[in-house]
């Protein structure tokens, strides 16, 4: 059974930074498409970095150019850096993984991922 634990969560001011971690346990990261998800109060969660088993990256339109997914196979950890931050990103996030291949017209659905972590809160502060 996979298991996913973020990390790295906090509040921060707009324009700040912040750089979460998902450790995966239970089976090796680099078997799965991965990726991290956020969801603010009253909204729907939405996807926002998606890393392909073979190394495809992307991101939602509206935070490209800021944030980056990466992933360290050794140590099983999936990371999201968020630079230039802003109150619009305050929400709860999420990593996701899947062993099936989630598909380009899936990589943003939350239906598509089986395993998920308990999420980790983002703050930003105008």
């Known amino acids: 059974q996979l298991r996913l634990m973020e990390s790295g969560g906090g509040s921060v001011q707009a324009g700040g930074s912040l750089r979460l971690s998902c450790l995966v346990s239970?089976?090796?990261?680099?078997?799965?498409?991965v990726a991290w998800f956020r969801q603010s109060p009253g909204k729907e969660r939405e996807g926002v970095a998606f890393?392909?088993?073979?190394?495809?990256?992307n991101y939602r339109d509206s935070v490209k150019g800021r944030f980056t997914i990466s992933k360290d196979n050794a140590k099983d950890t999936l990371y999201l850096q968020m630079n230039a931050l802003k109150p619009e990103d305050t929400a709860l996030f999420y990593c996701?993984?899947?062993?099936?291949?989630?598909?380009?017209?899936?990589?943003?659905?939350?239906?598509?991922?089986?395993?998920w972590g308990q999420g980790t809160q983002v703050t930003v502060s105008s």
């Open positions: 996701a993984a899947e062993i099936n291949d989630v598909g380009d017209r899936l990589k943003f659905d939350p239906e598509a991922y089986n395993y």
């Open positions: 239970g089976d090796t990261i680099d078997g799965y498409d």
């Open positions: 890393f392909r088993r073979d190394g495809v990256t």
